[in-house]
């Protein structure tokens, strides 16, 4: 099965650009399907309010759960104090399996570590390509899995991602996933180092073409077995279903 660990999807309120304006999945679902993505994890588009958000796409879900999963959108500092609430209407009354934060919103806080370990859930982090902070995460929080995605920077920031190499390799609780990494040797790197148990397959749809990027696992020429960890058994496992 090849799953898909990180798509937005659902309302947006901030029409700033795509990533906080209505995150649509017609085209995605469609390229998806072409390319042999059996499941997808949705995750909101930035919002000013995530319970709302959260509650689009537990929609989107529930009208195809046997494509789609979730996971509940936080903003660290302006959800502080009912970040738990939300995840446990989340995880409740949705079924969602995971937690999303963002640097653009704010740091993520030992508040949310705390939520995440409480209910035994993942947390995809995107630090902005402060990877340092894998670091503290690996010692304050060694039983809660945190997933640093795109190699701990999107904007393609070479230090950054060669600095989460290494963070992987050391340490236990730390993962990362592909989305939108360009630099294909730092990938190989990451899973020569630290291992394919390590790498999670994601595409950061709908505005990167989910086909493209799952050419980028292809082409690392992983045996079966890891190629397997690497499109779906890695996010199984955290999501406790592996």
């Not at 995107?126 to 809660?144: I, R």
């Not at 390590?198 to 990167?208: A, E, I, N, R, Y």
């Amino acid at each position: 099965m090849i799953i898909d660990c990180h798509c937005h999807a659902g309302p947006g309120d901030g029409l700033t650009g795509p990533w906080d304006s209505n995150a649509a999945l017609g085209r995605y679902a469609r390229r998806a399907r072409e390319a042999g993505i059996d499941r997808t994890v949705l995750l909101a588009a930035f919002h000013s309010d995530y319970g709302a958000a959260n509650a689009g796409v537990a929609r989107l879900v529930a009208a195809e759960p046997e494509r789609y999963l979730a996971f509940a959108f936080v903003h660290a500092r302006r959800d502080a104090g009912r970040i738990a609430a939300l995840v446990r209407k989340a995880v409740e009354e949705y079924g969602f399996v995971g937690i999303k934060l963002h640097r653009h919103d704010a740091p993520i806080t030992g508040e949310v570590c705390e939520v995440a370990r409480h209910f035994g859930l993942p947390v995809l982090y995107d630090p902005v390509g402060v990877t340092s902070v894998a670091e503290l995460l690996a010692e304050q929080y060694p039983d809660v899995n945190f997933i640093l995605p795109h190699l701990g920077s999107f904007a393609d920031d070479w230090a950054a991602q060669l600095a989460l190499v290494d963070h992987l390799a050391r340490h236990r609780n730390i993962y990362t996933d592909s989305a939108g990494v360009r630099r294909f040797d730092l990938l190989e790197q990451a899973i020569r180092r630290a291992g394919a148990h390590k790498v999670l397959f994601g595409t950061d749809g709908p505005w990167l073409h989910p086909g493209v990027e799952l050419e980028k696992i292809r082409l690392l020429r992983l045996g079966a077995g890891d190629e397997g960890l690497v499109l779906g058994g890695n996010l199984l496992r955290l999501i406790g279903r592996g």
